[in-house]
């Protein structure tokens, strides 16, 4: 006996009463887990990866991007960082941290704080508090779970005192919120707004002004005083309370004996605070209080905490204000959670009366329905000790897991009706393996899609290893207990010679395929199809192999006459399953319906300009009574969505089809600007995208300015080309950015000698035109509130005026325009650093054939790398639209699969052909896939994907089965691997694996009920069904054709 066969009569260590007992305690320690579990709706697990933001309204890239370098300096202090890249945009600034898988991303989140606060001191006021984030898996925003509304008949101002006082430090003590956002409040601000003539008439510049601003309040250190028990107290000098209201008295200059008052040259008002962003919500504007999540928190409890808090905060409120909850999430996923919860359940009995009408014996049922509730409750235990979290994903796991577990129970208690001891759970080993080797490609996934699946895997990893050991201890032990085979529990004559029938006309069968094999292996090849328009039309290289497929199937009458003929007769499943079903499948999140609006207008514009432009779209939406809520947010003037949220019976309906339709003709009606509208159907967009280039060439270098220098170089080079045209300079080579252009003065100097001016003078006249500044807040008794000096000519100022009108200067009333020119000149969106490396794209058109101009961009690639410096270079950029070319690994997956499943495979059969019958079964399961999304005109999303990786371990499994049992027969009584013996252990597992696949397809009904509608799990349940039935086929009729057998 092999010692990895158990002894049938060898007394087992433990009683069958024992093991039941430490099952039992098992079972209830999961139950103690349950609470404990992290829900939520969607994998909220973060990359290894953390982004510095901050903002300074209106700064240009390059001042930006300074304050970028000093971050960058001291973030490379930090270990375990793999890459640090940093983007400085008009205005913000962002520098990504790329950090090792192993990395703990609390403490680096910790580490990065330190550093940012060292050097805060030595960056501008202006500038915002640097704002550390974690990026989430699918690098999108951050999604608030709910949001608040204040109310009161008080301005906006004081409402967000109360809120900062009475409702966000309360709220902020519920664990498990990450932060809160506050929006809809406007504060107030002092604008002194001075007139640039009249400062030019007193000999002023603005600066006199902040300087008398800012010294109010200031404090002087006069020195110490030693007080009687002789200690040193410091002594300090602080100017006097000034009102505002009084502020225009404040002398500011000595004009030749004349004191100069502020209120001469200057007025003072408190004025709103103009808004930097907006947010609303159905188009109102509100005091919003945002709320986060913290990353892995159970929103479903911390929503029911958070409204527990509010009605503590309510009896707090100020007499004529009230907090109303406008928005919660958590009350969506609970509905979605609830519904999977019941196909779950549905699923679970369904799969119980199939075992009750199979078997006809409660007993097995109980045995079954112990060992399955066993499998899940502790299963629980590991959920909660391995942090899986409990969401769409991994929910589909255990449901999937459903019938895995109780196909092992079925086998195994089939195994011990017919025979002793327990040698059926090798097979179960490997085919357990070979279903958890399927899955374990998702470690080897990009890491944001590895995130995403990570939960689904670890679920069934836990569940099927659980599976081995309850069927291999608990259901012996149960039967043991609950079941006693009878005596007249044996198998009818007329079933038996129905069975004896069919064996043979089975073997007559075999021996027929075996008699025409080649022409049973020609047919599953032409029923699977052969990828024949997939086949190049040419091949661009020049080599005799290239040169020869040229002529032949790259060949005009090949693929205009003969290539259309072939793919229809060699293309077979794959050809229909390609060409019907995923040319036209689309990808969608599991979420309720939403339809997406965003706009954006063209440099120049302001925030407040797209603002009126979103409040009329707004209006326009308003009117639908079947729009249950829509969100607004506004960043800038090219940054602006509007976010749809239907009623439940809308939903159902085509009213988010209508809708779509409607905003699209309201985006066009309104023009001025970019519109795009996507969520449902077709994304609609007006953008022109007049900025796309065809061709590319990428510049990498230590020194930005030098940089930018050797770029224009090489664009005056290709200029030199008729073929080139329509050049630019910049950061990025995508086509969803837009060029940015700004106004360049040039400074003629033999101009400025012929009218006396110096430069300094000329510059100053304009910058006093155009002046705005920040100065320090001003602590008016109760509250800090902000300064703002400004010229009244600010907004007013333009390029007619530069042209045209007068200013005053040290040789009296010029034209700025006498000694200089604004021209409008192109300049790069945003400046990128990767890893202390700039990089910029010279982005043109090439007007030809794509091979000439592959090779005009090669050769000059090639000819200014011969001149540039160490340190910089030229490159061909990489495009990765459809699918990541640099990483070669993706395409190894499927390969990888194979191989997994054919290595445990070879182990159990000690043999490296019958693995290859295992492996055929994979591709001929796949038919049925393709003609179920084929024939049912089903959508192929995300869920599909998922159901060709399970039937690479599920349909598998069977042919293990019959093999393992073949083998056992042949090894057991030393025969020839014949036709008989593989009909024995064919008869012996036929039906325990019909009973398994049945039951796999059965549990899985549930989740076609809603139809189409259901993301992921219409596609996953429909591709596993079809694709599991036609597996049987393949079993019964093409696993024998893979075996060597004798008659």
């Not at 994903?393 to 001891?421: C, E, P, R, W």
């Not at 398994?996 to 992921?1016: D, H, K, R």
Request: with cysteine; hydrophobic share 45%; charged share 20%.
């Amino acid at each position: 006996m092999s010692p990895m066969q158990p002894n049938a009569n060898q007394k087992p260590a433990f009683s069958a009463f024992s093991i039941i007992v430490v099952f039992l305690a098992l079972m209830i320690i999961g139950i103690a887990f349950i609470p404990l579990l992290n829900i939520s709706y969607q994998p909220s697990r973060n990359l290894p990866r953390l982004t510095i933001h901050f903002s300074w309204p209106n700064a240009s890239p390059k001042t930006i991007e300074e304050e970028s370098s000093k971050i960058e300096g001291v973030l490379g202090k930090i270990s375990q960082v793999k890459n640090i890249e940093s983007v400085s945009s008009v205005g913000n600034g962002r520098i990504t941290l790329e950090l090792d898988k192993t990395a703990d991303l609390n403490q680096k989140r910790y580490e990065v704080a330190t550093l940012i606060r060292q050097v805060r001191n030595d960056m501008p006021d202006e500038m915002s508090y640097p704002e550390i984030t974690s990026s989430s898996v699918n690098n999108s925003d951050a999604v608030s779970f709910m949001v608040l509304t204040l109310n009161a008949s008080s301005s906006t101002h004081y409402i967000k005192e109360i809120a900062n006082q009475a409702v966000i430090p309360e709220l902020l003590k519920v664990n498990g919120i990450d932060d809160i956002s506050l929006h809809g409040a406007t504060p107030y601000q002092w604008e002194i707004s001075f007139d640039p003539e009249l400062l030019k008439n007193y000999s002023l510049s603005p600066q006199a002004i902040s300087r008398t601003i800012n010294r109010l309040g200031d404090r002087f250190f006069l020195g110490s005083q030693k007080n009687a028990s002789g200690a040193f107290i410091p002594v300090l000098a602080s100017s006097e309370y000034i009102s505002p209201s009084e502020w225009g008295k404040l002398p500011i200059a000595n004009n030749s004996g004349r004191i100069i008052k502020l209120s001469d040259v200057a007025s003072i008002k408190l004025k709103e605070k103009p808004p930097t962003s907006y947010y609303r919500i159905n188009g109102r504007n509100t005091v919003n209080l945002v709320l986060y999540a913290a990353s892995g928190e159970n929103q479903l409890k911390l929503s029911q905490e958070v409204l527990q808090r509010l009605k503590l905060v309510r009896e707090k409120l100020p007499t004529g204000y009230s907090a109303l909850v406008v928005a919660d999430s958590t009350e969506y996923i609970h509905e979605e959670l609830t519904k999977i919860g019941l196909r779950t359940l549905f699923s679970l009995i369904i799969l119980l009366l199939f075992v009750l009408a199979v078997s006809r014996s409660f007993r097995i049922l109980a045995i079954l329905s112990i060992s399955l509730g066993a499998n899940l409750l502790i299963a629980c235990a590991f959920y909660y000790l391995l942090k899986v979290e409990i969401h769409i994903y991994s929910l589909a796991a255990i449901t999937v897991s459903f019938g895995i577990i109780i196909d092992n129970s079925i086998l195994m208690v089939t195994h011990l009706q017919k025979q002793k001891g327990l040698r059926v759970f090798i097979s179960l080993l490997a085919a357990t393996l070979t279903t958890l080797g399927a899955l374990s490609v998702v470690f080897f996934l990009k890491e944001n899609q590895r995130i995403l699946l990570i939960d689904f895997t670890y679920v069934m990893l836990i569940n099927l290893s659980v599976s081995l050991v309850v069927s291999l201890f608990l259901v012996p032990a149960l039967m043991d207990k609950l079941y006693h085979q009878r005596p007249d529990d044996k198998v009818p004559v007329k079933l038996q010679r129905r069975v004896v029938r069919i064996t043979r006309f089975y073997s007559r069968l075999i021996g027929f395929e075996k008699r025409y094999r080649w022409a049973f292996f020609i047919l599953i090849i032409l029923a699977f199809g052969l990828p024949i328009g997939s086949l190049p039309d040419k091949i661009e290289q020049e080599t005799k192999p290239a040169e020869l497929y040229n002529k032949t199937l790259g060949s005009d009458k090949f693929q205009s006459n003969i290539k259309p003929v072939l793919e229809k007769v060699l293309g077979g499943s794959l050809r229909l399953f390609t060409e019907h079903v995923f040319e036209s499948s689309f990808y969608s999140d599991p979420g309720k319906t939403t339809l997406y609006v965003r706009g954006q207008m063209p440099d120049g514009c302001t925030i407040h300009q797209l603002n009126e432009a979103i409040r009329k779209m707004e209006q326009y939406i308003s009117q639908f009574d079947e729009v249950a809520q829509f969100e607004t947010r506004i960043s800038d003037y090219k940054n602006s969505s509007i976010t749809i949220h239907f009623t439940k019976e809308a939903e159902k309906s085509s009213f988010p089809f209508i809708l779509k339709s409607e905003v699209e003709a309201k985006a066009i009606s309104l023009g001025g600007m970019d519109w795009s509208v996507y969520g449902v159907g077709r994304g609609f967009s007006n953008a022109l995208n007049m900025d796309q280039k065809n061709s590319h060439i990428l510049l990498t270098g230590y020194n930005y300015d030098q940089l930018y220098k050797y770029a224009g170089q090489l664009e005056e080079k290709l200029l030199q080309n008729p073929r080139v045209d329509n050049t630019e300079i910049t950061s990025s080579n995508s086509w969803r950015t837009t060029s940015r252009y700004e106004y360049q003065l040039t400074v003629n100097q033999d101009l400025l000698a012929t009218h006396k001016l110096n430069y300094h003078d000329y510059t100053r006249s304009l910058f006093t035109q155009l002046y705005t500044r920040n100065l320090a807040p001003f602590y008016n008794q109760t509250e800090l509130q902000p300064v703002v000096l400004m010229s009244d000519q600010n907004q007013e100022y333009n390029k007619w005026d530069f042209y045209n009108m007068p200013v005053g200067t040290s040789q009296g009333q010029k034209k700025l325009s006498q000694a200089g020119e604004i021209q409008k000149r192109l300049v790069g969106k945003s400046i990128i650093k990767k890893n202390q490396v700039y990089q910029i794209y010279l982005n043109y058109n090439f007007i030809g054939p794509s091979p000439l101009a592959k090779m005009v961009q090669e050769r000059e690639i090639e000819a200014i790398n011969e001149v540039l410096p160490l340190g910089y270079k030229a490159q061909k950029p990489e495009n990765f639209w459809y699918w990541d070319q640099r990483d070669k690994k993706q395409y190894h997956l499927l390969l990888l699969v194979v191989i997994i499943i054919y290595f445990i495979t070879a182990i159990l059969f000690e043999s490296l052909l019958k693995p290859l019958a295992v492996i055929s079964l994979i591709p001929i399961s796949f038919i049925g896939v393709f003609l179920t999304f084929y024939l049912f005109d089903f959508n192929f999303d995300q869920g599909g994907f998922a159901s060709f990786i399970l039937l690479s371990g599920l349909v598998v499994n069977a042919a293990i089965y019959i093999i393992n049992d073949f083998n056992n027969l042949i090894s057991r009584k030393s025969q020839l691997p014949t036709v008989r013996s593989y009909l024995k252990a064919f008869n012996q597992k036929i039906v325990a694996i019909t009973l398994t696949i049945l039951s796999t397809v059965l549990g899985l009904i549930p989740f076609v009920w809603g139809g189409q509608q259901e993301v992921f799990w219409f596609a996953f349940a429909a591709g596993a069904m079809g694709g599991l039935l036609f597996s049987i086929i393949a079993i019964i009729f093409f696993l024998p054709l893979f075996l060597k057998l004798k008659r």
